[in-house]
């Protein structure tokens, strides 16, 4: 059965732009969260979609964005880029409401 | 606000000795309560707690909750060199909305040495 697959992995980008991740959650997984790993701040709940809709949604500015489609694949964006938003950015799927989340490899974000 | 704390914050201790790791959290509607082991990446599901005193055990690895004094221990018996890695507690909380994100605590790193 296949993991939880993010990509890309590996991302450098330029202070300003745009950047949009992806994560494939275990297949029948509805729910995909999102969350945010730097090393000060340890892990941080981004936000949380469930059959497309977006159901939670963590202390991150607006800036930081996302979507799920039909077939449970999840993007999420972030808009005008800071520095501060170099991160390891880590997608979690899970069967259903209040079941364990399996995490995938992460998208290692540097931002200069 | 909701917080989880974990003890220590790094151990360092030889391959076959027994460790302990804690977390302590204040979270209110707490629903479930969970481990997970970060070596590189992706952080490696090991256990979720949602009843007191029922001791969860998968191998050399086992942990118990205790939702009166609101801590969960993680004990790892018999230490090998591939034990090394954070060691992530996180706490599920009951919304409205449907499921909350998980509030993670800092992590123990630990570290078995040969």
């Known amino acids: 059965k296949a993991g939880v697959t993010q990509t890309p992995r590996y991302l450098i980008k330029t202070r300003g732009q745009q950047v949009t991740l992806s994560c494939s959650p275990i297949?029948?997984?509805?729910?995909v969260s999102w969350y945010q790993q730097t090393p000060g701040q340890g892990l941080q709940f981004l936000f949380e979609?469930?059959?497309?809709?977006?159901?939670n949604k963590g202390n991150f500015p607006g800036r930081f964005s996302g979507r799920q489609f039909s077939n449970s694949r999840s993007e999420m964006n972030v808009s005008t880029l800071e520095l501060g938003d170099s991160a390891l950015y880590l997608c979690?799927?899970?069967?259903?409401?209040?079941?364990?989340?399996?995490f995938g490899q992460g998208t290692r974000l540097t931002v200069v | 606000e909701d917080k989880v704390v974990q003890s220590p914050l790094s151990l360092v201790v030889h391959e076959g000795d027994t460790v302990t790791l804690n977390c302590s959290y204040e979270?209110?509607?707490?629903?479930?309560l969970l481990w997970y082991k970060q070596e590189k990446k992706a952080p490696t599901f090991l256990f979720m707690l949602?009843?007191?005193?029922i001791e969860k055990k998968s191998g050399r690895l086992s942990s118990i909750l205790d939702k009166k004094e609101l801590f969960s221990i993680l004990n790892i018996t018999a230490t090998q060199t591939g034990d090394s890695a954070v060691y992530l507690c996180?706490?599920?909380?009951?919304?409205?909305?449907?499921?909350?994100?998980?509030?993670f605590g800092k992590g123990t790193h630990l570290i078995i040495q040969p």
């Open positions: 979690a799927s899970s069967l259903a409401t209040y079941t364990e989340a399996f």
């Open positions: 297949s029948g997984h509805r729910s």
């Open positions: 979609y469930f059959s497309e809709t977006q159901r």
């Open positions: 979270v209110t509607n707490f629903r479930s």
């Open positions: 949602t009843s007191s005193g």
């Open positions: 996180a706490v599920q909380k009951y919304s409205g909305g449907g499921a909350d994100g998980l509030t």
